[in-house]
C-alpha cells in the first residue's frame, strides 16, 4: 500500500518522472481501495480540485467519509467544510456540528477552533 502511495505521489509531484495526475489518481485509488489512509486522503483532494479527475465533490465526499471513519483529522474538517458550504451535500448543522467534534475528541486544534466558531461544544 505504501508502495502505491509513493508511486502516486512521484506521479503527482513529478518526481523521477513527468508529472501525470491521471497516473497519481490510479495509484492512489490502488491504495486507497486498500484502506492506506494518506491514499485516501490524496484521493479525495483530487476529486474535489478536479486533478487528474472531473471535479466531483459527491466522489470527493464518498472518500473524505471513509479517510474521516478511519480517523485521519484532516479529513474530518474538509467533511465539516463541505457540509457548511453546502459542496456535494446539503447543509446539515448536524453533521457539521459531527464532523467538527469527532476530531476535538482526539485533540485537532483546528477542529477545536471550527467548532467554537460555529458554536457546538460537547
Not at 486533478?51 to 474538517?77: C, M, P, R
Request: net charge negative; glycine share 8%.
Amino acid at each position: 500500500m505504501s508502495a502505491q502511495f509513493r508511486m502516486g505521489s512521484m506521479h503527482y509531484l513529478g518526481r523521477g518522472m513527468a508529472q501525470s495526475y491521471v497516473a497519481a489518481v490510479r495509484w492512489f485509488k490502488k491504495a486507497a481501495t486498500q484502506g492506506y489512509a494518506k491514499a485516501l486522503y490524496s484521493l479525495e483532494s483530487m476529486y474535489c480540485s478536479g486533478s487528474g479527475v472531473a471535479q466531483n465533490d459527491a466522489e470527493a465526499l464518498l472518500w473524505f467519509k471513509i479517510s474521516a471513519e478511519q480517523g485521519f483529522t484532516s479529513a474530518h474538517y474538509f467533511l465539516e467544510m463541505m457540509h457548511r458550504s453546502e459542496r456535494g451535500v446539503a447543509k446539515s448543522d448536524i453533521e457539521v456540528v459531527q464532523w467538527s467534534t469527532d476530531p476535538v475528541e482526539e485533540d485537532s486544534f483546528e477542529a477545536r477552533i471550527q467548532l467554537n466558531v460555529y458554536g457546538g461544544d460537547k
